[in-house]
């Protein structure tokens, strides 16, 4: 099975609320994602991992814009090479990104993941409550229904505060520079 | 952070995305800016005293066609826009035959005109100095609505995007200018009704180009 067959059902799945699916296809992303990224950032290879979690994140939280009919790799190479070229720009940067091919995109070399630091410093500028439930869900384990028994809400309460606290992280992460 | 461990939290979140579809946001927006507009052209400029008898003419119809389809194309170029990897090609192409269309059919009609006196008139109709203008204004709350509602989307081009939005709120403008204006010559609309639905356009990718950041 192909790249994008494959990361296309996951996502469908996904979408359909399969947890376990979503996670794999994310996964699979992220390497994808942290070759594309390192390929491109030779000059600064502590901000690949950084851009990795933003692109992660714009994925899942913009994941209504894709139209199942077309390409999902060609849509996801098309927010990691937007969050690029927006990353550059924030810093100043002057690099021109050429026209790439999404089939580019998915070349199977695997870097090393390393740790982000961005997400760590946006996570601490969350609400207590906001942040501990991160925290919760995101250690294996503990799902969205006894992290927020932890937090003292209901699992529907849980899942909107998570939902807000992963747009809250998007648009700090993207405002940190 | 581990990215593994953020993607254990986006896991955890899986599911349709909250919230309204693109398609969705922009029927609202067009329902909510096209009110608006009507409320305006009620309240501010009021509707043309011979409405009635307008409809039942030929013209009247076509200036509604004409700018619906300006908006059409709009919409069309902001619903692939929106997304990324989205190409707004079909909403041009719309819009640009349906422009150059009518421009033609203005040129056409100002020539055949007996003389250069009536040719300008027909250019200045009774009400060239506003018509632009007030297309603009009625345009401003549905544009303001759209580019809200696109925010929630994710361009890559957002200047583009914020030019799709302008002409699909500067269409749907207009067409309810119509209810307004008497003026029913294709000289006219080609030159003045273009000009407003054009500026909302121009209005909204000046504004995209930092409202629609993501």
């Known amino acids: 099975m192909d790249i994008e067959t494959r990361l296309k059902a996951l996502m469908l799945r996904g979408l359909d609320g399969d947890a376990a699916a979503y996670r794999e296809c994310l996964a699979v992303l992220g390497v994808r994602l942290r070759a594309y990224f390192a390929r491109r950032m030779s000059g600064a290879p502590g901000d690949v991992e950084d851009l990795v979690q933003e692109t992660l994140l714009a994925v899942h939280l913009k994941r209504s814009t894709w139209d199942a009919s077309q390409s999902f790799t060609a849509w996801a190479h098309a927010v990691a090479r937007y969050k690029l070229i927006d990353h550059w720009r924030r810093r100043k940067v002057r690099q021109t990104l050429p026209i790439e091919d999404h089939i580019e995109f998915l070349a199977a070399e695997e870097p090393e993941p390393s740790v982000g630091l961005e997400l760590d410093r946006a996570l601490a500028s969350l609400p207590d409550r906001q942040r501990i439930l991160v925290s919760d869900v995101k250690l294996t384990g503990l799902s969205l229904a006894e992290a927020g028994a932890r937090a003292g809400i209901s699992e529907g309460a849980a899942k909107v505060a998570l939902h807000r606290a992963l747009k809250a992280l998007a648009e700090r992460m993207r405002r940190a520079d | ?214």
């Open chain 2, 1 to 214: 952070m581990r990215t593994d461990d953020l993607i254990e939290a986006l896991a955890a979140d899986a599911g349709p995305a909250p919230g309204l579809a693109p398609r969705r946001r922009l029927g609202v927006t067009l329902v909510g800016g096209g009110l608006l507009a009507l409320l305006l052209v009620l309240t501010w400029l009021r509707t043309r005293p011979d409405l009635g008898e307008a409809m039942r003419g030929g013209m009247f119809w076509m200036k509604a066609v004409y700018t619906g389809l300006l908006g059409l194309g709009g919409y069309l170029a902001i619903e692939r826009l929106g997304r990324p990897a989205g190409s707004g090609r079909r909403g041009w192409t719309l819009a640009g035959a349906v422009l150059g269309l009518f421009v033609l059919a203005g040129v056409v009609q100002a020539m055949m005109s007996p003389n250069i006196r009536m040719a300008m008139h027909m250019m200045r109709g009774h009400s060239w100095h506003v018509c632009s203008v007030n297309i603009l204004a009625l345009g401003i709350p549905m544009l303001a609505l759209g580019l809200w509602a696109v925010r929630g989307m994710a361009p890559t081009r957002p200047a583009q995007a914020g030019f799709a939005m302008g002409l699909f709120a500067g269409g749907a403008a207009a067409t309810i200018y119509g209810l307004h204006c008497p003026e029913n010559t294709f000289t006219f609309v080609a030159l003045w009704y273009s000009l407003g639905v054009l500026l909302v356009a121009a209005l909204g990718g000046l504004l995209g180009r930092w409202a629609l950041r993501w």
